[in-house]
């Protein structure tokens, strides 16, 4: 431990912060403090804390690793899908065994059965399981599922694209198909997950009916909490030591690293696949505090979003893609919420509903342009130290195609 | 001849005379046809009215469409001074009368005199279908189309003799031969004995069209039915096996359907006769709380079968007895079997002639989506290939060109000017926002082409969004000069439209155009001497960074072009070029980064392949996309530089 942290010296700080943070939204909620803090603001800073933990894993992919993925949030979707499959059977177990209970004579588990697969599929106008609901019915088999579906798709997908030396440019195109096919297919109504309606009602939780939202919600935004500083730990813990030192390595020189001998396929594999999971189980966590997922949560855009939130963070540095995802999304919600105030020009009023995209996509250019490091880059002027050159601080492709050693 | 000399005598006394009274003197043959047959025009009946109809087609006179005609629309009179029939209108009190002949004013009658004649709907029926057959012969064209309209729609066998007839006068070819065809499908359904039919049928088979397809099916149309044993004069036109042909379930329902057998007792069924019947909180000795159960239920059910109180199961062994003991089949509604099996067989020929059709359609169709791809792709193709960047707002170039073209159109009403002005302009347009692009973004990144393929995406967020605060969220129109409407249409099964083909045009211009700039020019040359090599052409006098910055330019002017041309047939939107961009991607990867022929290729590929797929699918096009990118996908695995592999920088090494 001391070891990791002598490596990493963010954690202590990033774990501390979190702490305060989380310390200071509880008393400041409604269920558990002064309430001063609305249950929907709550929310919606529980859902941000799964935004930055998804955003530190596609930092991993990304900015250690050197793979653009443009899937990930696809992946942040499939859990979301997985956990939503189990919420929306059980509540509509519930009900409609509270309807059924009236009935003469006591239901079989078939009629039951076909009762919940009319009520969840009324709106595509089927009324049959589809095979994908199989486990449906339990929460052990369906949090499985959070874990398995990205996982094994990430899997499959990773070895498909690496074994076959797909890189750059290309992979990044490649998994933008991906993510884009994936939104294709679960918007058809016959996917067997209600079409473009998406599964609804997730902020229910089934059984907790008399537990008021506002406790909920603080409830969800401490399991955020925790599962963001999981995983935190876990990826400073895999991106330090010997194979953070050749997931780097592959960032930086794909070719040297292999003609050292390490088999490069398997450690990018490893990384696609284990931040894969990741960012399901932040899904997973995610959209419960939504209440809502549809594929339009799924659709490419989404998934660049994401490597924009992690480029304006900082790249190559785990708190920096958490204070992108932090910052830009929070940002966002209060530009497109109508919070910020119209600026008046005299000739024209910008209204930032209208303008957020466009001062979003000309900053994110900026950034790149100008800032390279992202808003990480100000922790180096804080603590007036430099990381030493070995890492790279040129980023990712310049130091790779750079002819003479580091000038310092 | 003979009522017209007539006519002509009397005519001539009664001037010669000047006895008679006026309206007599406008005596005619038809006025006295209808004389012979008073008593059916004044108080026409559906039976009745078949004499005077066959007198009045056979008469062949010329105002008897016109007569029948306004008999329809109730504005024929009798005059009961005189008992004739005149046309009348009223005109304050009294009547405006017309000869029924000639349509000439023959002076007023006072309202009391007249009596109007009002044919019912059944009359009026009759009156319409003699009416299509004057109609058939009609001057007008637009006349002759409707009637043949309405006897395709509703064929019947009396039609056939006049719609003959009509085929000999008929001017228009292509009337011509619709009525040909239409007289040929009326003699396969109608005709007097089985080989005129069956040679009708014969001279079909050689027809691609609707009308044909459906005629024929209808001389085919089957009923499905059920018996002990196989009828033996019925014209069967297939046994369906229980299994094969159809499942067991429906093979019973349709036992329960001819009341063969007892219908089944479904789920449903059990539980409302179990809820029904409950007793002491038991159902047939079973307690209601154990009836969560279904072999409960099952066992209360019968309980309550053997008491007599429900009827009894039907088990599945049951089923399965009952379709075996009964054949099922179907049954041409049409008795002669020659008949139907020259009709299958003709049909079968139809079909597998429309089959090929189909095919030819569908490449005409993969063609023109194909040039579409092209025309947004060969862009990207060729700034990917020379710079090696990858430009994610190159759709927001479509996009901009597209609202080029509906900004022009409205400065310039005329369509045709528009377009003429929209093509350069857009070309413009999107050339000096490439430019600027290429200055002020793109040259800074060169070597990080992932920051590259960032930051010109949130160039593209910006522009959509400014697209959206300028053009609104609401689709705008780009309208295609009258020229470009409508479609050339080979038959029924084969046809493009006009659109589609300009669009295949300006593809091959543009293939054409680029692949001269690029063999054949100094611009042309030192692109392809940057595209192997930028180093050394740098030391060979040429500045790479002009070269990135005109290629850049080119494949965005032609991305705004291609805007143009999609705007034309799909709507402008601020989203549209984002529905492009992954098509586009798609294309250039599978065909080969930096190269004309492998973008060419990619489009063909795809287009045709999307094609194919929802061909196979064609509810679906969504799934069609999804089985196109996963392919695509697979397809990389094989050939991982794409369909035309090029070497130097652009691959990506």
């Known amino acids: ?313 900082g790249r190559g540095r785990l708190y920096g893609a958490a204070i992108g995802a932090a910052l830009v999304s929070l940002l966002s919600s209060w530009f497109t919420g109508g919070g910020a105030p119209d600026i008046d020009l005299g000739f024209y009023e910008i209204q930032w509903t209208d303008w957020w995209l466009v001062l979003l996509g000309v900053s994110f250019v900026a950034v790149t342009l100008y800032a390279p490091k992202g808003i990480g880059g100000l922790v180096d002027l804080i603590a007036e130290r430099r990381r030493p050159a070995r890492t790279g601080d040129l980023g990712p492709d310049t130091s790779a195609l750079r002819k003479t050693e580091a000038a310092e | 001849m003979l009522p017209k000399l007539r006519a002509l005598i009397l005519a001539a006394s009664a001037l010669l005379l000047c006895l008679a009274p006026a309206a007599h003197a406008q005596d005619s043959a038809l006025q006295d046809l209808l004389q012979t047959h008073a008593e059916e025009v004044a108080d026409p009946g559906r039976r009745s009215v078949g004499a005077l109809m066959d007198d009045l087609a056979a008469s062949d006179l010329p105002g008897v469409a016109r007569f029948l005609e306004r008999w329809a629309d109730k504005k024929v009179y009798l005059n009961k001074e005189d008992g004739r029939f005149y046309y009348g209108e009223t005109e304050d009190g009294s009547f405006a009368l017309r000869d029924i002949a000639s349509d000439e004013p023959v002076g007023t009658a006072p309202a009391a005199a007249m009596e109007e004649i009002r044919p019912n709907g059944g009359v009026r029926r009759v009156i319409s279908g003699a009416l299509v057959e004057f109609q058939l012969s009609d001057p007008d064209r637009a006349a002759r189309v409707d009637a043949l309209d309405s006897i395709s729609r509703r064929p019947t066998a009396d039609q056939l003799g006049p719609l003959r007839e009509s085929i000999e006068g008929e001017p228009d070819p292509a009337l011509k031969a619709r009525k040909e065809r239409l007289a040929n499908l009326m003699t396969a359904r109608f005709g007097a004995d089985t080989e005129t039919r069956v040679a009708a049928i014969e001279r079909l088979s050689g027809a691609v069209d609707l009308e044909t397809r459906a005629g024929l099916s209808r001389i085919l149309s089957a009923e499905s039915g059920v018996a002990p044993d196989l009828p033996a004069d019925a014209n069967i036109a297939r046994e369906l096996e229980v299994g094969d042909d159809l499942t067991e379930a429906d093979a019973y329902a349709r036992l329960v359907g001819a009341d063969l057998a007892a219908p089944l007792v479904t789920n449903a069924d059990i539980r409302d006769a179990l809820a029904a019947n409950i007793e002491d909180g038991a159902v047939g000795g079973v307690p209601v709380a154990e009836l969560s159960d279904p072999e409960a239920r099952t066992r209360a059910y019968a309980a309550l079968a053997e008491a007599g109180t429900v009827p009894p199961l039907v088990t599945p062994e049951e089923q399965a007895q009952a379709a075996r003991a009964h054949v099922f089949y179907e049954v041409y509604d049409e008795p002669n079997p020659a008949v139907t099996d020259a009709a299958s067989a003709a049909l079968s020929e139809v079909e597998a002639r429309v089959a090929r059709h189909q095919v030819l359609d569908l490449g005409l169709d993969a063609v023109s989506l194909a040039s579409i791809y092209f025309l947004a792709a060969i862009g990207l193709a060729i700034t990917f290939g020379v710079m090696g960047v990858i430009n994610m707002a190159h759709g927001e170039f479509i996009m901009m060109g597209a609202y080029t073209g509906y900004v022009v159109q409205q400065v310039i009403p005329n369509y045709t000017a528009s377009l003429i002005v929209a093509l350069p302009l857009a070309f413009l347009v999107a050339f000096a926002a490439g430019v600027a692009l290429e200055r002020l973004v793109i040259r800074h990144l060169y070597h990080r082409p992932l920051e590259t393929l960032l930051a010109t995406f949130g160039i593209s967020i910006a522009l959509q969004q400014l697209a959206k605060n300028i053009f609104g969220t609401q689709a705008r129109p780009l309208t295609a000069p009258s020229w470009l409407d409508g479609a050339w249409v080979m038959n029924d099964v084969v046809g493009i439209a006009n659109i589609r083909i300009a669009i295949f045009v300006l593809a091959l211009i543009f293939l054409a155009l680029l692949l001269f700039i690029l063999k054949r020019t100094r611009l042309g040359l030192e692109v392809r001497a940057v595209t192997q090599n930028p180093g050394m052409a740098g030391s060979m006098g040429i500045d ?100 035309v592999a090029l070497k130097g920088r652009a691959a990506g090494d």
């Open chain 1, 1 to 313: 431990m001391r070891e990791l942290v002598r490596s990493n010296p963010s954690i202590p700080w990033f774990l501390g912060i979190l702490a305060a943070f989380c310390l200071g939204v509880t008393f400041l909620a409604e269920a558990t403090g002064t309430g001063a803090l609305s249950t929907s603001f709550v929310k919606t800073l529980g859902r941000t804390l799964c935004l930055c933990l998804v955003a530190i894993a596609m930092d991993v992919v990304w900015g250690y690793c050197g793979i653009l993925s443009l899937g990930h949030m696809a992946f942040f979707g499939l859990g979301g899908y997985a956990i939503g499959m189990w919420l929306m059977y059980a509540r509509t177990e519930l009900i409609v065994a509270e309807s059924l209970a009236n009935a003469p004579i006591p239901p079989t588990p078939q009629e039951v059965e076909d009762a919940i697969a009319s009520q969840i599929f009324g709106v595509v106008g089927a009324s049959d399981f589809p095979a994908i609901w199989a486990f449906a019915d339990s929460f052990v088999l369906q949090m499985a599922m959070v874990v398995l579906v990205p996982g094994l798709l990430a899997l499959v997908f990773g070895w498909l694209a690496f074994r076959s030396r797909v890189t750059g440019v290309y992979l990044s195109i490649l998994t933008q198909a991906m993510t884009l096919a994936l939104s294709l297919y679960l918007f058809q109504n016959d996917s067997g997950l209600r079409g473009n309606n998406g599964l609804s009602g997730l902020q229910n939780l089934p059984g907790l009916g008399a537990v008021p939202q506002s406790v909920v919600s603080i409830a969800f935004f401490w399991a955020s909490a925790l599962a963001l500083a999981a995983g935190y730990l876990a990826f400073a813990w895999a991106v330090s030591g010997k194979m953070g030192s050749v997931v780097r390595g592959i960032r930086d020189n794909e070719a040297r690293v292999r003609f050292l001998g390490y088999h490069v396929e398997s450690f990018k594999l490893f990384v696609f696949t284990l931040t894969a999971i990741v960012s399901g189980l932040a899904g997973a966590l995610y959209y419960p505090q939504a209440g809502i997922i549809n594929p339009a949560e799924i659709a490419p855009i989404a998934s660049i979003y994401l490597a924009v939130w992690v480029a304006i963070g």
């Open chain 2, 544 to 643: 790479p960074g002009r070269i990135n910055m005109m290629t850049f330019g080119l494949g965005s002017g032609i991305a705004g072009v291609a805007g143009v041309a999609i705007g034309l047939y799909a709507q402008v939107t601020s989203e549209m070029g984002s529905a492009y961009i992954v098509q586009s991607f798609m294309t250039v990867v599978v065909g080969g980064v930096g190269n004309v022929w492998g973008t060419l290729a990619g489009a063909t590929l795809i287009g045709g392949l999307q094609k194919g797929i929802e061909w196979f699918n064609p509810s679906n096009t969504l799934a069609a996309q999804t089985y196109m990118i996963l392919f695509i996908i697979l397809f990389i695995q094989v050939r991982p530089k794409g369909i």
